[in-house]
């Protein structure tokens, strides 16, 4: 037997279930290579837990899920991005191999070189990206922003797909057929209004309420059902207490597993869709959408004016490949979990 450390966000948890996710599908490529790991989750949010398992960080290497997130860090910065490495994964000499980190800017049309320009000129940020530098000998990325970044910093990084693809298949259930689609809700909280040309949260709800109604009956005309789904608590009370929600995320995978497909303006809602070879769009909301395009889904930038004709085409663009593409992507995975683990 063999202890595999993970930091992610635990599922016991509320809040972003992506998070998760990433996690989920991290484990089910580490049990491919090591069919006797087993797991240790270390939630990211909670100082308790490093001192808990204090013991684990003086192990070999430790896998880090989804983070960190690499952004300008003079615009936000939260106690896992600086304190966890100063405090704790620096002084126990901690190996951190990060996988599926990404990049997190609101500003949608911000190319990969614009972004990077943008973060290097923080000394903050410079600061925090050579801190991380001296224990992170690996660094595995999901979208093109990050990728530019940790090159131009000279981190040693690779551009594979988030291991969300995989997250559905950790729970090894058959998929279920069905004709009901997933309309997956943004973070409300998080998007940007000038994105659809308007001033207000409320407006930006109105708008989706409109554009939703209007997929739905497109989707209706394919004979397909639809459902809206909520990630977070808070995106379920401003649709109206509406839909489907759950805080259990073994109950919201569940419910994957029952959709025919998904158009979703939640990265984490497309993607592990996608993964099972099912329809999925996904409507991009910030710089995180070359993610979903790394992972081999149909993506749109949402803007005023996306029409439901163009969501409904890219919608029938089902990846065939994907199957043969995620066997590839999981070798690539497994190169580096045998190397770094063993």
Same mark, same amino acid.
């Given at each position: ?19 998760v996710?990433?996690s989920?599908?991290l484990q089910?490529?580490?049990?491919r290579? &090591? ?6 989750l ?6 308790s837990d490093f001192m +808990? ?22 615009e936000?910065?939260?106690w896992? !991005? =600086?304190e966890l490495?100063? !405090? ?11 996988i599926?980190?990404?990049s997190?800017?609101?500003?949608? @049309?911000e190319?990969?070189?614009e972004f990077?320009a943008?973060c &290097?000129?923080?000394?903050k940020?410079?600061? %925090? ?8 000998? %690996?660094?595995?990325?999901r979208? +093109?922003?990050a990728?530019? &970044?940790?090159?131009?910093?000279e981190?040693?990084?690779d551009?594979?797909? /988030?291991?969300? $693809?995989w997250?559905? !298949?950790?729970?090894?259930?058959p998929?279920e057929r069905?004709?009901?689609v997933g309309?997956? $809700? ?5 998007i940007?209004?000038?994105l659809?040309?308007?001033q207000?949260k409320?407006?930006?709800i109105?708008w ?5 109604a209007?997929?739905?009956?497109e989707?209706?005309?394919?004979n %397909?059902?639809t459902?809206v789904i909520?990630?977070t608590?808070e995106? =379920? ?7 489907y #929600? ?6 919201l &995978? ?8 998904v158009?979703? /303006?939640?990265?984490h ?6 993964g099972q @070879?099912?329809?999925?769009?996904y409507?991009g ?5 070359t993610?979903? +395009?790394i992972?081999?889904v ?5 803007r005023?004016?996306l029409s439901?004709e163009?969501v409904?085409?890219?919608y ?5 490949s994907?199957?043969? #593409? ?6 690539k995975y497994?190169?580096y979990?045998?190397a770094?683990?063993l």
């Amino acid at each position: 037997m063999i202890i595999v450390p993970i930091i992610t966000r635990r599922a016991d948890l509320i809040g972003n279930p992506g998070d998760v996710f990433i996690s989920m599908g991290l484990q089910h490529l580490v049990k491919r290579t &090591l069919p006797n790991a087993q797991f240790v989750l270390l939630d990211k949010h909670s100082s308790s837990d490093f001192m +808990e398992y204090s013991s684990i960080l003086k192990q070999k290497t430790i896998l880090y899920a989804g983070m960190p997130q690499y952004n300008n860090f003079d615009e936000w910065c939260f106690w896992y !991005d =600086y304190e966890l490495y100063r !405090d704790i994964l620096i002084p126990y000499k901690t190996k951190v191999i990060s996988i599926a980190g990404g990049s997190g800017s609101p500003r949608i @049309n911000e190319t990969p070189e614009e972004f990077t320009a943008n973060c &290097l000129s923080s000394q903050k940020t410079r600061n %925090l990206l050579l801190m991380k530098k001296h224990v992170t000998p %690996l660094s595995l990325v999901r979208d +093109e922003h990050a990728y530019h &970044l940790l090159k131009a910093y000279e981190l040693k990084t690779d551009l594979l797909p /988030c291991t969300a $693809l995989w997250a559905l !298949d950790y729970l090894g259930q058959p998929q279920e057929r069905s004709n009901v689609v997933g309309l997956v $809700l943004p973070g409300i909280s998080h998007i940007n209004p000038a994105l659809l040309n308007k001033q207000t949260k409320e407006e930006v709800i109105n708008w989706f309420k409109v554009f939703y109604a209007k997929l739905q009956s497109e989707l209706a005309k394919m004979n %397909l059902n639809t459902i809206v789904i909520a990630h977070t608590w808070e995106d =379920y009370v401003v649709w109206g207490n509406q839909g489907y #929600f759950t805080n259990s995320v073994y109950e919201l &995978l569940e419910k994957y597993t029952q959709l025919a497909g998904v158009i979703s /303006c939640r990265l984490h809602g497309a993607i592990p869709i996608a993964g099972q @070879n099912k329809p999925a769009v996904y409507l991009g909301i910030d710089s995180r959408w070359t993610a979903a +395009e790394i992972a081999g889904v149909p993506t749109l930038k949402l803007r005023q004016d996306l029409s439901v004709e163009e969501v409904i085409t890219a919608y029938k663009k089902q990846n065939s490949s994907m199957i043969t #593409f995620k066997q590839d992507i999981a070798s690539k995975y497994q190169e580096y979990l045998n190397a770094y683990l063993l």
